[in-house]
């Protein structure tokens, strides 16, 4: 923070003081009925949940708003009272205006300070991926069905180019935008779908300006780098003790191999099922070798049963943990778990070297490890 001299902080402070002159919303709704509320929500600090501060109603087709300063810019929602969704803005010391789509709400219009402007920018840039995406996957159904894999490996690798020219323009959104809310977005959303490895998101996020970096949101994810870096490639992998299906305690480093493979799953996670096969046949190609594997399940409360039948029917001999705490599991919440599979690949050491492989991708790295490629 740049330092100010003080009798210019206590002029400023007391001019805030005397003139507040707040931030204003308005805007067009006019298929909305008149004396339906509108309501304003933001992010609440504490909780990193949507909190109602503001309301109005609907007259003669529009409504409009004064409400007081923001510290600092913050991710704010425009809800209507009987229709679904939400429009999503950025609360900052301008005048904001909407033009509200009943029937589409998220394709509404917002005019208005520069947050704003940068943030539709970025989710036209989102839409425009996710359309693309959508209608690329459509046509693999149809080339997979048809049988011409020729067509399906090219809709594949335009998928690829998608995926990472989506990449390349929100690093330099960041990069281009350091004082800017929408950044803090972009990094949020880098960080939960793990575009980049943890350590260069930790880069883009040092390099944002302070102010940013002090919002609520920017302190949510100062707290969620610091706990990603715990289990980034390259760290150690915290150690743990969990029940095993027998009822004892069993610890990660007693069962360390040469090569060591977390694998975080679940009796009810489909995509773990399919997947189990292809770990039971990397584990009986490498055993021999060093390689050991611990499956963590994720299952909930009083579903042992369950639990147990899945490791029986899917034919996984290695060790098996669980808290039966489903997301709330103490080890998943350790290593930062929100989606299942995941998988953890430990050298001998104990150090992570590579995470979320699956089928061919994880046997060729175990297979690297163990020098056997």
Not at 174 to 197: A, C, H, T
Not at 201 to 213: N, T
Not at 229 to 248: H, L, M, R, W, Y
Not at 261 to 273: E, L, N
Request: hydrophobic share 35%.
């Amino acid at each position: 923070m740049r330092k100010i001299i003080m009798t210019f902080a206590i002029a400023a402070a007391l001019t805030s003081c005397q003139e507040d002159k707040g931030y204003t919303i308005s805007g067009d709704a006019p298929k909305m009925e008149d004396g339906k509320t509108v309501y304003v929500s933001e992010i609440d600090e504490n909780t990193s949940r949507p909190i109602r501060v503001d309301s109005t109603t609907i007259k003669d087709g529009s409504f409009k708003l004064d409400l007081q300063d923001p510290e600092s810019p913050n991710l704010s929602f425009l809800e209507f009272e009987g229709t679904q969704g939400n429009v999503i803005f950025i609360s900052e010391n301008e005048e904001i205006k909407f033009k509200i789509y009943k029937d589409s709400l998220r394709s509404s219009e917002i005019s208005g300070g520069k947050e704003n402007k940068l943030l539709q920018e970025y989710l036209a840039h989102l839409k425009q991926v996710n359309e693309k995406v959508m209608q690329g996957r459509s046509e693999m159904q149809s080339a997979f069905q048809q049988k011409d894999s020729t067509k399906l490996t090219s809709l594949q690798e335009n998928e690829k180019e998608l995926i990472d020219n989506d990449k390349v323009f929100k690093k330099k959104m960041v990069q281009e935008n350091p004082g800017s809310f929408v950044s803090i977005m972009v990094i949020s959303d880098m960080l939960r779908m793990k575009s980049y490895p943890v350590n260069e998101i930790q880069d883009m996020f040092a390099k944002l300006s302070e102010e940013v970096q002090n919002t609520a949101i920017g302190k949510q994810i100062s707290k969620n780098l610091k706990e990603a870096n715990k289990v980034a490639i390259g760290s150690k992998a915290p150690n743990f003790t969990a029940p095993t299906p027998e009822g004892d305690e069993i610890a990660l480093k007693d069962v360390m191999g040469k090569v060591t493979v977390i694998d975080f799953w679940a009796a009810w996670c489909k995509p773990c099922r399919v997947e189990n096969p292809n770990l039971v046949k990397t584990y009986n190609k490498y055993k021999d070798d060093g390689l050991s594997i611990i499956g963590v399940s994720l299952d909930r409360p009083g579903q042992k049963d369950r639990w147990v039948k899945a490791i029986k029917d899917d034919g996984l001999p290695w060790h098996q943990v669980s808290n039966l705490q489903f997301w709330q599991d103490p080890v998943a919440q350790l290593y930062g778990i929100k989606a299942i599979p995941a998988a953890f690949v430990l050298n001998e050491e104990g150090t992570i070297v590579a995470r979320d492989l699956r089928g061919e991708d994880l046997d060729k790295k175990i297979g690297e490890l163990l020098n056997k490629n």
